[in-house]
């Protein structure tokens, strides 16, 4: 199983940025065999990372989901998600991110893009 680090720098005002190797500028990553996808939040001491929304967009909502897992270590701060890779699928996945005092802020939808192997 291959690990995908992604950095996620969340500013106040909503804006998410992302960083890795692979890693689109809007947090998009393709996928090629099962996979731990390890995403980490940066400069964020007041913020912790809450369960991700996650849905398939293609090729149909009733294509399963990849993603078997989701684990919050280091405070909340680290979420690693298990991608298994079983299909050929894109996967729609919008971070949400708990500030201190209780408010939510919601990514935009960076993409999952699993290629199963062949």
């Given at each position: 199983?291959?690990t995908i680090n992604v950095?996620?720098?969340v500013?106040?005002?909503?804006g998410?940025?992302?960083?890795?190797?692979?890693?689109?500028v809007d947090g998009?990553i393709?996928?090629?065999?099962?996979?731990?996808?390890?995403?980490?939040?940066?400069?964020a001491?007041?913020?912790?990372?809450m369960?991700?929304?996650?849905?398939?967009?293609?090729?149909s909502?009733s294509?399963?989901?990849?993603?078997?897992?989701?684990?919050?270590?280091?405070g909340?701060?680290t979420?690693?998600l298990?991608?298994?890779?079983?299909h050929?699928?894109?996967?729609?996945?919008q971070?949400?991110?708990?500030?201190?005092?209780?408010?939510?802020?919601?990514?935009?939808d960076p993409?999952?893009?699993?290629?199963?192997?062949?």
């Open positions: 199983m291959s950095s996620v720098t500013s106040l005002s909503g998410f940025t992302y960083a890795g190797p692979g890693v689109g998009s393709d996928v090629t065999e099962a996979s731990s996808l390890v995403y980490t939040l940066q400069n001491e007041q913020m912790v990372f369960h991700p929304l996650l849905s398939v967009t293609s090729p909502s294509t399963p989901l990849d993603i078997t897992n989701v684990v919050f270590t280091n909340g701060k979420m690693t298990t991608d298994v890779d079983s050929t699928e894109t996967i729609c996945m971070l949400q991110v708990q500030l201190s005092d209780g408010s939510v802020i919601t990514s935009p993409k999952i893009r699993d290629t199963k192997p062949q």
